[in-house]
């Protein structure tokens, strides 16, 4: 199976949190996936924790190289970049990566959000998101318990999956 690939500055265990979250489901694959997630505009339709998604320099409503856009999640704007974007292709994964950042002083914080979407023997699919966070506010993040950021990208990857098989129908 294939892996996030991490920049530098995020890999996980040297930053101050880390969430991974993971499904393989049959009947699915990455190319069913793929539109629900390289659209941003749609996320909202299946994740309710997104929001006020909008892209800049008349970019969208694809994500791809290099674009910035912004949207808000856990009660928080981000501004963010996309840093990876590959879509899934015969024999290889899907992949999307954002920078995302925000706040100022105390409140900053800087995550980087990986998607990796990959298609697997008899007719599965491998759906692997994980984010890498920086700042005080991942520092009280890390420290909650039940863990909001599993369970909230846990809600993403569930609505993911369920768009997905809506989709086929």
Do not use: C
Not at 70 to 99: C, D, I, M, N, S
Request: glycine share 12%.
């Amino acid at each position: 199976m294939n892996e996030i690939f991490w920049p530098e500055d995020y890999i996980p265990g040297f930053t101050d949190n880390f969430a991974s979250n993971e499904a393989i489901v049959a009947g699915l694959s990455g190319s069913d996936i793929w539109p629900f997630l390289s659209k941003a505009l749609l996320w909202p339709t299946y994740y309710s924790n997104s929001a006020n998604i909008r892209f800049y320099d008349g970019k969208g409503p694809e994500l791809e190289d290099g674009v910035r856009f912004y949207f808000e999640t856990f009660g928080l704007p981000v501004e963010a970049q996309v840093l990876e974007y590959v879509p899934p292709a015969e024999g290889k994964p899907g992949r999307v990566g954002w920078h995302g950042w925000g706040g100022e002083g105390d409140t900053r914080f800087d995550v980087y959000h990986s998607w990796l979407i990959e298609d697997l023997p008899s007719g599965r699919v491998r759906i692997l998101t994980q984010e890498s966070q920086k700042g005080k506010p991942a520092q009280e993040l890390a420290k909650t318990k039940p863990n909001v950021m599993i369970n909230g990208h846990q809600d993403w990857l569930d609505g993911l999956v369920a768009a997905a098989r809506k989709g086929r129908s």
